[in-house]
């Protein structure tokens, strides 16, 4: 069945630190990719999305480019942020599917100053 | 702004009775999830709606139940609480026809003594 794998946390890192959460997937067919984030006491909300191979997403500095030949959406941020401390979540679905996500377990993310 | 309201934030129960989690969406989303999330396990689906009186079971559906009579709200039913269902509950919805990004709630967190 449909995966998701991403690298086990907690990560530390010093304000301006360069951040890379690993993702990989396993699917049937062509999936859409997530990143969710989820702030202390808060729900999740999402982060930025991509579609289709070697699609770019992007916000709030982070980015992840789908790669099909890798099965990999790994998340990117030049310079992270003491407010970037949070869990971060991928996930798929699959097109045309049934519109249930597929979670990794999570990575936990502290920046300190 | 699409909201996505659960009842209560904090619940404590004792085992062996019946628990109620609300879930209220104001955006007339189709779809409706419930998820409960565990550290080091991320998140696990455990019924989703697809329409007014209709219900899927996830992964985890054991010991739950659901009910979907209005479009808007989405409740989740521990028929008969045990301690092992002491978690954080997370409700989503979609607008559904391929729009699947998922909007969370807040979560529930429920302590079963």
């Known amino acids: 069945g449909n995966s998701v794998t991403q690298m086990e946390g907690p990560v530390t890192l010093s304000e301006e630190a360069f951040l890379t959460i690993n993702c990989t997937y396993t699917?049937?067919?062509?999936?859409?990719l997530f990143w969710y984030v989820q702030y202390p006491g808060e729900g999740l909300q999402l982060l930025l999305k991509a579609t289709k191979a070697d699609d770019k997403g992007s916000n709030k500095g982070f980015e992840a480019t789908y790669r099909k030949e890798t099965t990999s959406f790994h998340l990117e941020k030049g310079s992270v942020q003491v407010s970037d401390s949070a869990v971060y979540f991928c996930a798929q679905i699959t097109q045309g599917g049934s519109e249930k996500l597929v979670f990794g377990k999570g990575t936990k993310l502290t920046v300190n100053p | 702004d699409v909201k996505v309201t659960q009842s209560s934030r904090y619940l404590v129960k004792r085992t062996g009775e019946k628990v109620f989690l609300e879930c209220v969406q104001d955006?007339?989303?189709?779809?409706m999830f419930w998820y409960r999330q565990d550290p080091g396990l991320g998140l696990r689906l455990i019924y989703f709606s697809y329409d007014v009186k209709m219900k899927e079971k996830g992964d985890i559906p054991e010991g739950y139940s659901v009910s979907r009579e209005k479009k808007e709200r989405f409740s989740l039913i521990l028929e008969s609480a045990s301690t092992n269902q002491t978690s954080m509950y997370l409700c989503?919805?979609?607008?559904?026809?391929?729009?699947?990004?998922?909007?969370f709630g807040a979560g529930t967190r429920l302590s079963v003594l």
């Open positions: 989503a919805s979609t607008p559904g026809g391929g729009k699947n990004i998922q909007y």
């Open positions: 699917a049937t067919g062509y999936p859409s």
């Open positions: 955006m007339d989303h189709e779809n």
